[in-house]
């Protein structure tokens, strides 16, 4: 099978105005994958699954993965007037000082799609999508309509981190109920509270379960 | 009267009872639970159906697909909280006398589940139960002798008094409020009026 790289030059011969990141992956499986963008990744699904000599005919998994903001310290090195003393004499002199700054990159939601050839007989090529951001810039296009298999898959995903599928046929919720508001994968999910009898709490769920009492402490507290 | 006397009786060829024996004698002898299965459980319930275990010996062969028909309920196996409300509601269908068997560890309790968000910490929350087994799962023996537990309650019942069945009872609660699916988990999270908090001793 083709590699990453050599499956990116096919995508960019056949759809040249598709941006297309191979993104690598440093362990032993070596199981690099392609980061699409979302404007024309509906082109370039079409492209795998028709492509001869890639033929990509079967997308055995999709799922989703949640980046939250990051915040990173680099140390950076900036040119700086100082004054110093040298031999009794006070001279300024400019000088490299090495400073510590912070930057948030900001998170995202992100759809992995695995395919394989059963034709072929190869795979996986695992193809990726990234949303804008978390909160309101949601929207992916659906690969529905290329592989069947994924309207089920899609629709999880919908459900349990919030990705809006645009061009899915039928994008509900598929674990949750309809009236549900929370989407339960994503990483700031809060549980519901429901820790009022534990009779073997130990650990994390010790915590949980403190808490809980404490708080109907303080509300009895506050409503006597 | 006197359980010498009416063997001595029986011996003479008169068979002597009261009416609450006759009575239940009946109803534990043809339970028929509904057919009905939440997880892996069900498996086992099936199991203990079939010749290998064959429940039919307690009476209890008749699965009835509909709740009207049936007078048990084995929830076997993990209530999510998306299927909660349909079993209350199926609980709610049933006629009475009607009883509960609380089959495995998430049946009672959530199980390996309990710390999801989205699996109820057991059905004795929102429906009362009668059996309650632990295992995960059961085997088939666990079940029968949950059955053969029911059954011999069934016999102790009054048929008046106190602690007599519900469906004797014109004051017992007959309907179960069904837990609605809220906007972040079920409202409420417990009916009060089956499953008051218990306290726990440690903490």
């Known amino acids: 099978m083709k590699t990453a790289e050599e499956i990116k030059a096919a995508i960019l011969a056949a759809v040249p105005e598709a941006a297309i990141e191979v993104v690598a992956n440093p362990s032993v499986s070596g199981q690099h994958s392609l980061r699409l963008d979302p404007s024309h990744a509906f082109a370039v699904a079409k492209f795998l699954r ?27 090195k900036v040119p700086r007037t100082v004054t110093k003393t040298v031999d009794g004499v006070e001279t300024t002199v400019e000088e490299l000082v090495e400073e510590t700054r912070k930057r948030t990159i900001p998170g995202c939601l992100e759809a992995v799609y695995h395919l394989y050839s059963v034709a072929k007989g190869h795979g996986p090529v695992v193809i990726r999508m990234r949303t804008g951001n978390r909160t309101d810039r949601v929207q992916l296009p659906s690969l529905t309509p290329v592989w069947r298999s994924a309207e089920f898959q899609e629709r999880e995903i ?20 309809d009236e549900f508001k929370d989407h339960p994968m994503r990483r700031d999910y809060v549980e519901p509270d429901d820790f009022e009898y534990e009779p073997t709490a130990h650990d994390e769920v010790l915590v949980r379960a403190q808490a809980h009492r404490a708080r109907l402490a303080a509300q009895e507290g506050s409503g006597a | 009267m006197d359980d010498g006397l009416k063997i001595e009786l ?126 995960c799962p059961p085997r088939p023996e666990a079940l029968l002798h949950a059955f053969i537990t029911l059954q011999k309650r069934i016999d102790a019942q009054h048929l008046t008094g106190e602690g007599r069945p519900r469906h004797l009872d014109a004051a017992a609660q007959g309907e179960f409020p069904v837990p609605v699916q809220g906007e972040h988990d079920l409202e409420p999270t417990s009916n009060p009026g089956v499953w008051p908090v218990p306290i726990t001793i440690r903490s």
């Open chain 1, 50 to 76: 028709d492509d001869a000599e890639l033929s990509l005919d079967f997308l055995s998994n999709a799922t989703g993965v949640d980046w939250l903001d990051k915040e990173v310290s680099e140390k950076v």
């Open chain 1, 158 to 177: 919908f459900d349990l981190f919030g990705i809006v599928f645009t061009g899915h046929p039928d994008l509900r919720r598929l674990l949750m109920w």
């Open chain 2, 10 to 135: 029986g011996k003479q060829g008169v068979f002597v009872t009261t009416l609450s024996e006759l009575y239940n004698w009946g109803r534990r002898n043809s339970i028929w639970p509904m057919q009905f299965g939440l997880a892996c459980c069900a498996i086992e319930m099936i199991a203990t159906t079939m010749a290998r275990y064959d429940l039919a010996r307690f009476g209890a062969e008749v699965f009835r697909p509909s709740p009207r028909q049936a007078d048990l309920m084995i929830i076997s196996g993990t209530v999510t909280k998306k299927m909660a409300p349909q079993v209350v509601r199926l609980y709610n269908q049933m006629a009475e006398p009607r009883y509960v068997i609380a089959m495995g560890a998430c049946a009672i309790s959530g199980g390996p589940f309990k710390q999801g968000y989205n699996v109820l910490k057991g059905i004795d929350r929102y429906i009362p139960v009668d059996v309650h087994i632990p295992g």
